[in-house]
Each structure stands twice: as C-alpha cells, then as structure tokens.
C-alpha cells in the first residue's frame, strides 16, 4: 500500500522554520531490545522524561539476560513490552513495533544509550513545521558531542550512505543512523521484509520510493564498542550491500521480471 504524499501535504500548512516549537505528546518510541541488562532501564528512564514522547512500544528480541524480567518489573504506564517468541533481528523487532504504534510520529531507539532522546526535539521540529515526511538524524553533520571511536567501521557507513544514495538518488549523510523518525502513516504503509539490519537501507530505498520529503539533522553520538555489547558486525555490511541494491528501483525491476510467469 502507498501512502498519497501530495494530499498528505496539502492537509499540512508549511510553516516558517524561525518559528519554535513547543512539546507535545506526538511521539511513538519503538525500542527493539535483544540483551541489553546493562543500559534498558536508563534507556527507558530517559525516554519517558522526554515531553514528546507518548509511549513507548519495547519489544524484546528473544533476550537470554535479565532484560526480559527487567521489563516486567518496569512501571510506567506510558511503556508497552512485546516478548518476540525467540531472536528474529532488528528487523522483524521494528515490524512488530511499528504496527503497535499510536502516535503522530514514530521512532526507532535503540536500547543501548548511543543515541540521546534529548535529541527528539530537534528530529522532530521539520516534522511538526509541516516539511517533512521522514527526519534521519545523521551522525556525520553535527558540532554536537560524539565518542570517538573506529576508523574503519565509519569509512563503512559512508560507503554503504554514499552507495545506497546512488542507487535511490538521495544525498543523505548517514543512511544507517539508528535515529529515523516517521509520520505514522508513512511507516505503517511500509512492509518490512528484512529481519536483521538490512532494515536501514530497506526502508531508506522504500521511502525514497514513496518520494517523501525526507530531511536530515544533526544528532549527539555515543558509540560503543564490541566489548561494551555492540552487535553489528561486518556481515551486515555486506548485507546491506545487497539490500541497497535489491530494494532500489533497478533491483525491484529485475526481480518483477524474473519472477515465474513473467
């Protein structure tokens, strides 16, 4: 199903970006956890202190720590858990996620502390001025603080961003930002077929797609490194290869033509 952008659009006056913008309980927090003991109770602490925020939808990915009986001991009645019934991936975590969502807007936050929620206002201000359609907040165009930490592991996201923009004519910075924000309709119109981290170019080709006005800003960084629980590893960068070009228009062509029948 694709979502009618124009008349979307229309329904929404565009306002002047000079104009500040005063929090409002819009925002829909899609929190995929897969064992993460360590930070899941900060994480959510500091979410729910945001005034954007209206709920939060956690699912957990099959964890085999402590986060699951952490969540069931949190209290907040803004907070909503889902028990994925064994690990599937971030992925299938955010398609469940997102059909659970309510609010205006929906994020995705990752459950490890890299990403601040402090940063949800400044995602939020294209959105809520009538701009966009989808906020990244890139990693790469920020005087904010960010950790320093691998060389490699950054020249590999520009390369996947500098690829997935050829392949759906965008010129965006960091295309494997966890920090995507949505209008609710958009991302709910959106199947999510990739279960694992294929996510971020799959659903960055599938908007460009839907040619949403897609907007960028600059977000706080606090990598973490693979000791500290960090889980994405160099075969989903190769994936990603191979999403990009699977979900752009020249690999949604081909596999039309070679489907059985055709």
């Not at 950790?147 to 590999?156: D, E, M, N, S, Y």
């Not at 924000?181 to 279960?195: A, K, N, P």
Request: net charge negative; glycine share 6%; charged share 25%.
């Amino acid at each position: 199903m694709q979502v009618d952008t124009v008349a979307a659009r229309a329904l929404t006056p565009l306002a002047s970006a000079a104009v500040p913008v005063e929090p409002r309980r819009c925002l829909s927090v899609v929190v995929p956890c897969y064992n993460e003991e360590a930070t899941i109770v900060e994480l959510l602490d500091k979410v729910a202190e945001s005034p954007w925020v209206q709920e939060i939808v956690v699912v957990d990915d099959g964890s085999s720590d402590r986060s699951r009986e952490l969540l069931a001991a949190y209290e907040n009645p803004i907070v909503r858990v889902h028990l994925q019934p064994r690990n599937q991936g971030k992925g299938a975590a955010l398609r469940q996620g997102f059909a659970m969502v309510t609010g205006d807007y929906a994020v995705v936050q990752d459950a490890d502390l890299e990403y601040d929620p402090a940063d949800y206002g400044l995602l939020l201000e294209p959105l809520e001025h009538g701009r966009a359609d989808v906020v990244y907040g890139s990693r790469f165009q920020s005087g904010a603080p960010h950790r320093v930490l691998f060389f490699w592991h950054t020249v590999g996201n520009k390369l996947l961003t500098i690829f997935s923009n050829m392949m759906t004519d965008l010129n965006l910075t960091d295309m494997e930002t966890c920090y995507k924000v949505f209008r609710r309709e958009i991302i709910q119109s959106i199947e999510i077929e990739e279960d694992r981290f294929g996510f971020e170019p799959e659903v960055t080709a599938k908007v460009a797609a839907l040619r949403c006005r897609i907007y960028e800003v600059g977000v706080s960084y606090s990598g973490r490194t693979y000791a500290e629980g960090k889980k994405i590893g160099w075969k989903d960068g190769m994936r990603a290869v191979v999403c990009i070009a699977k979900y752009s228009p020249f690999g949604q062509r081909w596999l039309q033509r070679s489907r059985p029948g055709r």
